[in-house]
């Protein structure tokens, strides 16, 4: 991998202004204040969207669940779907933070805190998509155990519960990594900003010094937490890959879903962090801190998770040829060729087809090749799980209950409000807390201006 | 009273506060208010029976009607009973749904001046109908179908003493046809009576034995008796189907004879003449051969029939060598113009094999002289009320502003009457045209008695209190009768109806009798003669210039279209087509190519006598000059029989096969005619998505509906394999593997408390395939019995029915082929002739190893120690993993809560209260009837014994008019079940490759092959 770019917009120290108000800080700072008409704009279209999607789920809990598409013998749709992409979409924050930490891959620096952050609005996009799915929300509670006077109990065998556990797991790591990395840059917040945001970084900073005593409790919990945090990278899709692994539904009895799922997790996460920052590093301009270097990178993580995926496909379809189960191999013929077709192809071709393109490097540092193809990777992602989740269901063992499933409005609405959820979620985020992780582009400015920007180490 | 002390007292306090708190949380509270004066036969909780007689179609069934807390809440049939033997059809199972339908009047009703119905009282109705009377006695007519055997002969009265003008029955399906010709062959005007017990060789010229037949409960169980393979190495009874159309009879015959439709009298001369050349009667009936037979040679007859020559010379000689053969009569869907000469020619037949006096027992009609339902006679009546000859029509029983066809004028007709009176109990096409509805108690609040067959005396008792302010029909018109002048009461009995009946029934021990059911003695042979020269049979005449014949079906459930108000029927899908909710035209794959159309494109069908538009449904088993149209759909009134039922006016829901039929229409004797049309057919380029519950009939040779041949049953290895297909049959359930099951369990329940006890009972379950027909009652059973929801058109469109129990039908083992494409309904696999269907019943199968169970998170459904695969649905969160995770399909979600808000009242009162009703977004499934498990175990617990083999039948099982169910305790090495679960060579599991060691053994089906003509 290419070595990083030396920062060229790093002062030296001599030209340093007072501590918090460095360029950096200003920078990235300028990110929090003021808003344009455009964001309250964007920021009330994603309400209006949620609004919607808020009242369908209120009327399918009052009506029924029958609002949405589902059919005998189709019982899980578009929630549950949604529910695997968004547990997806959490995986590149992780990843960035946990992982490539532990690699010291520095270019992880630029992108981190969004990527962290990216993470946590998923994991409660996803969560939510738990209570939209059951039938009875209101005794969903049942499923978390705890010492309760009604003798109820869970059942450790299902997958569900292990679900359960690895969601709130992850999603409790993940708001901690988030906050530890946050504290020090609550901290020049704190100091740079006035009324009531200074109260809130002043509660949030947990009175931040940047004593080195300080900053060395913080490098030791980062590097634990990242420690803790790796091996639920290849959890927490793992075992939501066993939701349907573990199951006997044809397509869905397959050994390989935990690796393929962890690598089609990593593929979309990178996408989304790629869709959604190439905006706001135009928007807010960021080019200084974010660099093509940075996108660079992630494409190649892109176009790496491609392969494993487009080798799972195949792996797939081998796997139910070479069976000789005559279930399998039906099911399989028909998510090509049956009524499903048209997902399926788009899957492909968005997640095999499409990255290819990053085999070139004028494609990989083009923006806008790399805006479209993560766009058509994360629609590609969808499909996926829809091609699993309803193609298998609907072509099962029994022919004589063979159905098709088609969603409904209240599915696409609620659906489109995640979508909306994620964004309003993620523009709030920008507003209120630094976006790129202040300190550690700091750290980095200073360790390659000590270095040199090719410094060996 | 007992001391308490102070450890008492807190215990006391801690279980009422606690169980004031319990009661706080749930989800919606009820109050038991108890009784303040008990009643003595009534111990809450503990059903009481009565005796009764099914209503619903002619054969009248003897039923049981249970009752809890004084409602009826199920039906089951009569052991008592020499017709149904304890099992019911479909129909009478759905026919409690009648006393607690919302389309029910609540009171006696008259047309008010603005021309809306408005209540009024029982003296004002009475009074204003008797003044109507009084004015003109003459001009007052009674049409109506059949009200039974008293009330009957009390219309008669009725009309003698106030002087009435006359009286019309009129029944849709009556079978006045074969009735002529009883009396043209043997001379007694008689409906005979079939008895195919004992039988070994069965020809159905299209009576469809098992659907719309002359006694299809009692039919059904004498041919699965007479060939069980057990009792009949041999195969036993062997049964040839005559007719244009795979119906639920042909699915099941061994040979099916694709003839003309109409040419059903023609082959029975042909066959009689095959078999007496064959040396039938051994030459007592060679006379014949120049007679009647003369022109029917088996060339010819082939020309005529469109059935081979070969196969009639065949199934002759099979005829002539059969032990004990016997041949039904058409049916009403080939009753053409001709319909008396081809019932003739088949009581011929009849007379040639020998069955005449055996199995065919013509017996001299019994009680008082029925009216003929003649629709000549109905024609008439409709002539005098155009022409304004009718003053006031009084219409009992009957529908027939719907079930008359609209070219006949009956409605406009209708309109010329003065006083249109009513007693239907609920709202219908016709009722809602009259001017005064006197509404009648419905079959399970009256009194009242039928006289199904010669011997045969049935009873029907209320059971509960009336719902409404009705008034039972016979009462009704006493109280009319009466109040017209002092003389017709004179004239009239005294008392209630009640009294009528009773003194109807001197004679016999009439408390024995309400316990019983009725009073029933075999009919004895009463025709001597035998007169062959009248027989005449021609060819049918068709009106029209369409290239298809119409055939107007009689639908199983819906029948002349009084079972569309049921929703239990309307929910049921059609055992055949498998559409529910609408009715559909069957034509032929290369007709549909013809027309161009594709499953679900709506046809428009024209005749002489008027046009409906129907969505097509192409199949492989029906010829390709037919049409088949099911009647019963296409009411506008009623609020599951219509549309958009709301109210009680709604849209047609599909057509109204009856008009297309000319008004005109009938047979020689003048009894009413179905096959006469060739309507014009074009496809109007609509498409309406079919409500079909089963689109794909190809099981891809998967272990879901087994067959054998009879030779693989014997033991011939190759045949076995040939036939069988290159799977697997599963060898059958084995006790000692048991132990298997029982080490899954203690692992289940690791957690030492639960650890599954040596429970004594492991229940489980056999399905016969060679038994089952598909006829549904078991459905009908099930959906009575365990509260399932109705779930209405909108939601079967969708496919989210209810159904536990369900019946896949497979047309041959099908093939495994790969086809793409966005198809949503392949193409029919049926062929002429080819009569390999499997009906496959599925319904939980209690696995052992039970893939729904380790994936629920909430444990909602685990396995209990008596191999019941258990379902908490208190528990239940509805993640619907289990339904997913289930092979078989046969858990169904609660997408809504269908009891509290789609029932309208009262039919939350037909509740079985011993059944949980679900609420929204819970699973459900079979229980194996679990409060029925329950109930046997409190009898064997108050007898201190385990429950004895038999104690416990499901309701499918308690139904299931062919025993195809047998239900039972696995661990008892003699009970029924583990028998017949050990049938070494037809058992199988259900998608065995799973091994998810089902607690049901299927028997695969036996296919017998054609008829063999000599002896092998």
Not at chain 2, 199 to 214: M, N, P, Q, R, W
Request: neutral net charge; charged residues 20%.
């Amino acid at each position: 991998m290419t070595p990083p770019p030396a920062l060229s917009a790093v002062p030296t120290p001599e030209a340093a202004p007072a501590p918090g108000d460095s360029k950096i800080n200003r920078d990235l700072l300028r990110v929090m204040e003021g808003a344009s008409p455009g964001y309250f704009l964007l920021l009330g279209a994603t309400v209006l969207v949620v609004t919607a999607a808020a009242l369908t789920w209120i009327y399918q809990i009052y009506i029924g669940l029958g609002v949405a598409g589902y059919t005998h013998p189709v019982f899980w749709g578009v929630y549950i779907v949604t529910f695997v992409f968004w547990v997806g979409i959490a995986h590149a924050g992780t990843l960035i933070s946990a992982i490539l930490y532990l690699f010291r891959a520095k270019w992880r620096n630029a992108i981190n805190r969004s990527a962290e952050a990216m993470t946590v609005m998923a994991v409660m996009t996803a969560g939510m998509f738990l209570g939209i799915h059951v039938g009875r929300i209101w005794k969903a509670y049942f499923i978390l155990p705890y010492p309760n006077q009604r003798g109820l109990w869970v059942n450790f065998r299902s997958p569900l519960e292990w679900d359960t556990f690895a969601i709130s797991t992850y999603a409790t790591i993940s708001i901690v990594f988030l906050y530890i990395g946050l504290i020090p840059d609550l901290a020049i917040a704190r100091d740079r900003f006035a009324g009531w945001r200074r109260l809130l970084y002043t509660a949030l900073a947990l009175g931040w010094q940047g004593t080195s005593r300080q900053w060395k409790a913080h490098t030791r919990s980062v590097l634990h937490l990242s420690g803790l945090a790796t091996p639920l990278v290849l959890s927490v899709h793992s075992v939501v890959s066993w939701d349907f692994a573990m199951s006997i539904v044809p397509g869905w009895h397959a050994t390989i879903f935990a690796p393929y799922f962890v690598a089609g997790a990593i593929f979309s996460g990178f996408a989304m962090v790629l869709t959604v920052m190439i905006p706001v590093r135009r928007i807010f301009g960021l080019e200084e801190y974010i660099t093509d270097y940075h996108f660079e990178n992630m494409a190649r993580f892109i176009l790496l998770t491609s392969l494993i995926v487009g080798y799972a496909y195949v792996t797939e379809y081998f796997v139910a040829w070479y069976s000789g189960v005559e279930a399998e191999q039906t099911s399989f013929w028909l998510r090509a060729f049956g009524p499903y077709w048209f997902s399926t192809w788009t899957m492909i071709v968005c997640n095999v087809v499409f990255p290819q393109l990053f085999w070139f490097k004028r494609l990989r540092t083009h923006v806008p090749t790399l805006f479209v193809v993560s766009t058509f990777v994360n629609i590609g992602m969808w499909f996926e799980r829809y091609v699993i989740i309803i193609t298998g269901l609907s072509r099962e063992y029994d022919p004589a209950v063979w159905g098709v499933y088609t969603p409904t409005w209240a599915e696409l609405t609620i659906l489109a409000g995640s979508f909306a959820f994620f964004a309003m979620l993620f523009l709030l985020f920008l507003k209120i807390f630094p976006v790129i992780a202040i300190a550690e582009v700091k750290e980095l400015a200073i360790h390659d201006r000590a270095h040199g920007a090719h410094g060996a180490h | 009273m007992p001391e308490i002390d102070r450890r008492g007292f807190l215990k006391l306090a801690g279980a009422s506060a606690g169980a004031a708190a319990a009661a706080g949380c749930s989800d919606h509270v009820e109050k038991l208010i108890p009784y303040v004066v008990q009643p003595e036969e009534v111990t809450p909780g503990v059903p009481v029976w009565y005796a009764s007689t099914c209503r619903e179609c002619p054969a009248g069934c003897g039923v049981l009607v249970k009752t809890r807390e004084s409602r009826p809440i199920k039906l089951e049939g009569n052991p008592e009973h020499p017709i149904n033997r304890g099992r019911l059809c479909a129909k009478g199972q759905a026919s409690v749904e009648r006393t607690y339908s919302p389309d029910r009047f609540h009171g006696p009703v008259r047309r008010n001046a603005a021309g809306e119905l408005e209540p009024t009282t029982w003296d004002e109705a009475i009074a204003e109908v008797a003044a109507a009377i009084r004015a003109n006695p003459a001009r007052v007519r009674v049409l109506g179908g059949d009200p039974g055997d008293t009330a009957s002969q009390l219309i008669d009265r009725f009309v003698a003493a106030t002087g009435a003008g006359g009286r019309v029955v009129s029944i849709p399906f009556a079978r006045e046809a074969l009735r002529a010709a009883t009396e043209q062959v043997f001379g007694v005007a008689s409906e005979p009576i079939f008895d195919l017990s004992g039988a070994d060789l069965v020809i159905d010229f299209g009576s469809e034995l098992f659907e719309s037949g002359l006694s299809p409960i009692e039919h059904q169980r004498q041919w699965a008796e007479a060939r069980d393979v057990a009792t009949h190495p041999d195969g036993g009874l062997r049964l040839v189907y005559v007719g244009s159309r795979l119906s639920l009879t042909a699915s099941s015959s061994d040979e099916w004879l694709v003839a003309k439709p109409g040419s059903e009298g023609l082959l029975a001369l042909a066959l009689a003449r095959a078999a007496i050349e064959a040396g039938a009667g051994g030459g007592a009936h060679a006379g014949l051969l120049s007679g009647p037979l003369a022109n029917a040679g088996a060339d010819a007859a082939a020309r005529a029939t469109d059935v081979p020559a070969e196969a009639i010379r065949r199934i002759g000689a099979a005829l002539a060598r059969a032990r004990a053969a016997v041949a039904l009569p058409p049916g009403h869907a080939v009753a053409s113009r001709r319909a008396v000469g081809a019932s003739a020619a088949v009581l011929l037949l009849n007379e040639v094999i020998g069955a005449v006096g055996s199995r065919v027992i013509v017996a001299a009609p019994e009680g008082a002289p029925r009216q003929r339902a003649s629709y000549k006679d109905l024609l008439a009546l409709i002539r005098e009320m155009q022409d304004g000859q009718v003053d006031v029509l009084l219409v009992h029983h009957m529908n027939p502003v719907y079930s008359i066809p609209v070219s006949a004028g009956f409605a406009d007709a209708l309109a010329k009457v003065k006083l249109v009176v009513s007693f239907a109990s609920a709202a219908d096409e016709t009722a809602l045209r009259a001017h005064v509805v006197l509404p009648d108690h419905t079959a399970l609040e009256s009194w009242g008695d039928a006289r199904p067959r010669p011997g045969v005396r049935s009873l029907v008792q209320p059971t509960l209190r009336p719902l409404y302010d009705t008034r039972a029909f016979g009462d009704a018109l006493l109280d009319v009768g009466r109040a017209v002048s002092p003389e017709a009461a004179a004239q009239l009995p005294a008392g209630s109806f009640r009294t009528l009946l009773e003194a109807n029934w001197t004679g016999t021990d009439f408390r024995a009798a309400l316990k019983s059911g009725g009073v029933y003695q075999p009919a004895s042979h009463a025709a001597s003669g035998f007169a062959a020269s009248k027989v005449e049979v021609a060819e049918p005449v068709f009106t029209g210039d369409g290239e298809l014949t119409l055939l107007a079906v009689p639908h199983i459930f819906l029948w002349d279209g009084s079972g569309a108000a049921l929703p239990v029927l309307q929910e049921i899908p059609d055992p055949v087509a498998r559409v529910a909710w609408d009715s559909w035209a069957e034509v032929s794959l290369a007709t549909a190519d013809r027309l161009g159309v594709e499953m679900g494109d709506v046809l428009r069908l024209e005749s002489s006598a008027g046009a409906i538009e129907v969505a097509v449904l192409p199949r492989g088993g029906i010829r390709d000059d037919v049409i088949a149209v099911p009647t019963g759909q296409g009411h506008v009134v009623g609020h599951f029989a219509s549309k958009a039922g709301q109210g009680l006016v709604g849209v047609a829901r599909g057509g109204n096969v009856f008009d297309l039929l000319p008004g005109d229409g009938v047979d020689e004797s003048g009894g009413r005619a179905f096959l006469t049309e060739r309507p014009r057919v074009s496809a109007t380029g609509r498409h309406r998505r079919l409500p079909l519950l089963q689109w794909n009939d190809n099981k891809r040779e998967r272990q879901l509906g087994e067959a054998m041949t009879l030779a693989a049953l014997a033991g011939h290895g190759e045949a076995h394999a040939e036939h069988h297909g290159p799977h697997e049959m599963r060898e059958p359930y084995d006790p000692a593997a048991d132990a298997a099951d029982l080490q899954y369990q203690e692992t289940f329940h690791e957690r030492g408390e639960n650890s599954a006890k040596a429970s004594p009972y492991r229940w489980g379950m056999s399905v016969d395939l060679d038994r089952c027909t598909g006829c549904s009652a078991c459905i009908a059973a099930c959906y009575v019995e365990n509260n399932l929801p109705r779930v209405g058109e909108d939601e079967t469109r969708l496919v989210r029915q209810m159904a536990w129990l369900r019946i896949d039908r497979w047309v041959g083992e099908g093939e495994p082929e790969l086809k793409g494409g966005r198809v949503r309904a392949p193409r029919s696999r049926e062929q002429l002739g080819d009569t390999d269907i499997r009906n496959a019943p599925l319904l939980c199968q209690h696995c052992g190893a039970a893939p729904c169970e380790p994936v629920c998170p909430v444990i909602a459904t685990y396995h209990n120690e008596e191999g019941l695969n258990a379902m908490i649905y208190n528990r239940c969160i509805g993640t619907r993993y289990c339904a997913n995770n289930c092979p078989y399909k046969v858990r169904r979600f609660n997408y809504w809560d269908h009891q509290l808000t789609k029932w309208p009242a009262p039919m939350e009162l037909m509740l079985n209260p011993d059944v949980t009703v679900r609420g929204q977004g819970v699973m459900e499934k079979c229980t194996f009837c679990v409060q029925r498990i329950q109930a046997a175990r409190q009898d064997a617990k108050n007898a201190g014994m385990l429950i004895p083999d038999g104690a416990v039948k499901t309701a499918c099982q308690q139904a299931c008019p062919s025993a195809v169910y047998t239900f039972g305790n696995l661990r008892d090495p003699d009970s029924q079940v583990s028998k017949a679960s050990a049938a070494p060579q037809r058992g199988y599991h259900a998608l065995h490759m799973l091994n998810t060691r089902p607690a049901v053994t299927y028997l695969a089906k036996v296919l017998r092959g054609k008829v063999e003509g000599s002896p092998s």
